[in-house]
């Protein structure tokens, strides 16, 4: 597959994606809490974890509702905690995705309230009355669960804020960065194996995949917030190096992290070549874009 049929692919797979996601997300809610759900899960962001459902999905041969679904789900737990982690008891963020964080235009309070609907919403979406069997709802369920709670995501972040002006060696770091960042992407990738037949040795393929592949975009994440303007990440640049929080460039050093984020990349290339699935091409340039974006 070449350039112009990946972006071809990404095009068409993310007016789906949004479609599918505009209708989910309500907004009639309540006090205006829908317009704030609806601020912060639509109209930007790169999608990456919607996109990996998507592919998994197709690599395995699955079944295209459910994956729709699942990556939908995801979003909104992503959304979620950028909503939680920009605000003023977290990170403390002004700008996020090239316009005012959700705390900032909504308040404080309401922005809370927005990241916990949305939340709720993702396992709403994943177990729908009808198109989804019901053990694999409990499948994808336990998955997005198990990589947003205490041993994924709220754990890392927790980490991540215990560990401001502390030094931090390799290992720890990457367990922080694992939990935080690494295990949602990875369990998008299981997600969408999720929705398929997929074997023992195609599951663990996909599962170093997706491992290696959370593990460098954190990896750039760190290396574009001290290469990179504001304007072109679309966040405030350089808030971890003013925050004096463990970073992999301040750890490693800027040219070791990008040694290690190429390290990674060929990683998640070799475990989808271990894999036996006979196109994994969208697998393998998603893991491209992850390491050579820009923002």
Same mark, same amino acid.
């Given at each position: 597959?070449?350039?112009?049929?990946?972006?071809?692919?990404?095009?068409?797979?993310?007016?789906?994606?949004?479609?599918?996601?505009?209708?989910?997300?309500?907004?009639?809610?309540?006090?205006?809490?829908?317009?704030?759900?609806?601020?912060?899960?639509?109209?930007?962001?790169?999608?990456?974890?919607?996109?990996?459902?998507?592919?998994?999905?197709?690599?395995?041969?699955?079944?295209?509702?459910?994956?729709?679904?699942?990556?939908?789900?995801?979003?909104?737990?992503?959304?979620?905690?950028?909503?939680?982690?920009?605000?003023?008891?977290?990170?403390?963020?002004?700008?996020?995705?090239?316009?005012?964080?959700?705390?900032?235009?909504?308040?404080?309070?309401?922005?809370?309230?927005?990241?916990?609907?949305?939340?709720?919403?993702?396992?709403?979406? @994943?177990?729908?009355?009808?198109?989804? /069997?019901?053990? =694999?709802? +409990?499948?994808?369920? $336990?998955? %997005? &669960?198990? *990589?947003?709670?205490?041993?994924?995501?709220?754990?890392?972040?927790?980490?991540?804020?215990?560990?401001?002006?502390?030094?931090?060696?390799?290992?720890?770091?990457?367990?922080?960065?694992?939990?935080?960042?690494?295990?949602?992407?990875?369990?998008?990738?299981?997600?969408?194996?999720?929705?398929?037949?997929?074997?023992?040795?195609?599951?663990?393929?996909?599962?170093?995949?997706?491992?290696?592949?959370?593990?460098?975009?954190?990896?750039?994440?760190?290396?574009?917030?001290?290469?990179?303007?504001?304007?072109?990440?679309?966040?405030?640049?350089?808030?971890?190096?003013?925050?004096?929080?463990?970073?992999?460039?301040?750890?490693?050093? @800027?040219?070791?992290?990008?040694?290690? /984020?190429?390290? =990674?990349? +060929?990683?998640?290339? $070799?475990? %989808? &070549?271990? *894999?036996?699935?006979?196109?994994?091409?969208?697998?393998?340039?998603?893991?491209?874009?992850?390491?050579?974006?820009?923002?």
């Amino acid at each position: 597959m070449d350039a112009k049929d990946f972006d071809r692919w990404v095009d068409t797979s993310l007016t789906a994606f949004e479609a599918v996601l505009d209708s989910l997300v309500p907004a009639n809610a309540p006090a205006g809490l829908g317009e704030a759900m609806r601020y912060a899960v639509l109209g930007g962001g790169k999608r990456l974890r919607p996109l990996l459902v998507l592919a998994s999905c197709a690599a395995v041969g699955g079944d295209s509702f459910a994956a729709m679904r699942a990556a939908c789900a995801v979003e909104l737990i992503h959304a979620y905690s950028l909503v939680h982690d920009d605000m003023p008891c977290m990170d403390d963020d002004v700008m996020r995705r090239g316009k005012p964080t959700t705390h900032v235009q909504f308040g404080e309070a309401q922005a809370m309230l927005a990241g916990d609907a949305m939340q709720a919403l993702a396992f709403d979406v @994943l177990t729908p009355d009808s198109g989804i /069997a019901p053990a =694999l709802q +409990a499948r994808l369920c $336990a998955l %997005l &669960a198990r *990589s947003a709670g205490h041993d994924g995501m709220a754990g890392g972040q927790a980490i991540d804020l215990a560990s401001i002006g502390k030094p931090l060696d390799e290992c720890t770091l990457r367990d922080m960065h694992r939990r935080k960042t690494g295990v949602l992407l990875q369990a998008s990738v299981m997600m969408g194996a999720a929705c398929g037949p997929a074997s023992t040795q195609v599951t663990q393929a996909l599962s170093d995949y997706g491992a290696a592949l959370g593990l460098a975009f954190q990896v750039v994440d760190d290396i574009l917030d001290v290469t990179q303007e504001s304007h072109v990440l679309g966040k405030t640049a350089g808030k971890d190096q003013d925050a004096n929080k463990p970073t992999y460039v301040s750890v490693l050093g @800027l040219k070791e992290a990008r040694a290690l /984020a190429q390290k =990674l990349r +060929a990683e998640a290339k $070799a475990a %989808l &070549a271990a *894999s036996g699935l006979t196109d994994v091409s969208h697998l393998s340039l998603l893991a491209d874009s992850v390491v050579e974006r820009d923002n």
